[in-house]
Every structure is written in C-alpha cells, then in structure tokens.
C-alpha cells in the first residue's frame, strides 16, 4: 500500500473510532489483566523532573498519557495526531489545563518544529504506523535537546517469535499497520541513531478476542470465523508464547 494511502486510511480509522478506540483502551490500562498502573509510573518517572519544560508528544490521540502529565508534573505539553476527533476528545480530557498545552492537527513524518526544540519527547503506541521507522526516529531525536529525555513504547514481537505469529496475527485483523519491532531491535536503532537506552521494559498483559476484534478486524471487514481459524491453527510454540486461551491471549 503507498504511504499516503496508509495515511489516509489510519485517518479514516481513528475518526471513526475515535469515541470506542477511547473507551476500550481505558479499559486496558485500567483493567487487572491491562497494563495497571505500571506504563503510567514509567513515564511519570521518566519525566518527573520537567515541570514547565517542553514536552512533545507525538501520536497524542485522545491525550491519555498527556493528560497525566499535565496533571502530575505540569509540562508545558505539545500533543500532536493525524486525526481530528482524536484531538476533540483530547482537548475535552485536559481542558482544566488550558494555559499548559497546544494541539496540533499534524502528520508527524513532516513536523513543523525547529531542531532542538522540545526537552523531552513521547511516543507511545505509535510507531507502528511509520513507513520508516528508523527515518521517524531520527526526527524525533532531531527535535530533541541535547540530552532531552526521550519515552518510547509500543507493542513489540517477543524475541522468540521466530515464526512471525504476532506480525500476521496483525496483517490479518488489520491493513494499517506497517510492522512492529523486537524490543533488541528497537534498543539496536535506537542507538544507531545515537539515543542512549538508560532503560527498557517489556509489559505483558492479557487481551480477549472479542476486543482485539473490535478493536480491528470488526472495522476492516475481517469475519469472526476468519480470525478464529487464525488462531484455531496457531503453531504450538505461538499457543504457549502467547498463552492462547478459547477467549484471550497475551501481548507484549
């Protein structure tokens, strides 16, 4: 697919989705099987320090993560998202923070800031949608300050995939998507790219069918009978990696 058909397609998506997309994920991060507390204590630790500073982040969708900053550290918080009504909720979530933040209707691959603007950047659940990923990062690191602090996380392949489940597990329920990274390769680019890792953390949680589904596949037009054949036929060490139940499985 051309890029700026996948564009033009993950707009469509979000638009359409952006109410739902908002709720479901609520419903990861606050669930006992989601991520708890933990994603949001790693950035709140990592940024605790940058009140008042320029804080970037960079898919900010409905502004879950933002929205925590500017309540427990108080940046002075850019969110930037290629869909319009991912903004609207966003603004709606952090409206009491009206003097702390700018949001920008923007594709991230052509940011509109100077070099070494921001002194610290966020990006989560987002670069799987870039065509290049090592090209994105190397902008993010390009508008970061010298030893800015740099937040990154997304969902990743477990090193033992060597099967490539996860990747057509994706393909099947999803056309937007562009490929997601083993934590090694992630941690590898990141330092090609001259970023230097002070930490990594792998977060596993539980997801159901029914949600990934909605989530996906329902929106793509995929049919429930494909995606339960998908995992019907699962490879024994897919099932056991990713602990595949009659209703849910693990992700990374």
């Known amino acids: 697919m051309r890029d700026t058909a996948r564009k033009k ?76 009504e991912m903004l609207r909720l966003a603004k709606m979530k952090m409206c009491s923070h009206k003097d702390s933040f700018d949001l920008i209707l923007a594709d991230a691959e052509h940011m509109p800031f100077i070099e070494g603007v921001f002194d610290a950047l966020v990006c989560m659940s987002t670069m799987h949608y870039f065509s290049s990923q090592e090209l994105m990062l190397n902008k993010l690191r390009n508008t970061l300050k010298k030893r800015g602090t740099f937040v990154y996380g997304d969902l990743t392949i477990p090193e033992e995939d060597d099967e490539g489940f996860f990747e057509r597990l994706e393909r099947t329920l999803s056309k937007a998507h562009t490929g997601y990274l083993e934590p090694s390769t992630a941690k590898q680019l990141m330092e090609k790219l001259g970023f230097l890792v002070l930490k990594t953390k792998t977060v596993a949680y539980r997801k159901s069918y029914g949600a990934l589904f909605e989530d996906k596949g329902r929106y793509f037009g995929v049919l429930p009978e494909t995606f339960k054949k998908f995992v019907d036929q699962a490879p024994t060490h897919a099932k056991q990696k990713y602990e595949l139940s009659d209703t849910e499985m693990t992700l990374f």
């Open 9 to 84: 397609l993950i707009r469509q998506y979000y638009s359409i989705r952006a109410v739902d997309y908002d709720r479901q994920k609520n419903r990861t991060w606050k669930s006992s099987q989601g991520f708890g507390s933990e994603v949001s204590d790693e950035l709140l630790m990592a940024l605790e320090e940058y009140r008042g500073k320029r804080v970037l982040e960079v898919g900010v969708g409905t502004g879950r993560n933002a929205s925590t900053l500017l309540e427990r550290v108080k940046p002075q918080l850019v969110g930037l998202d290629l869909t319009r």
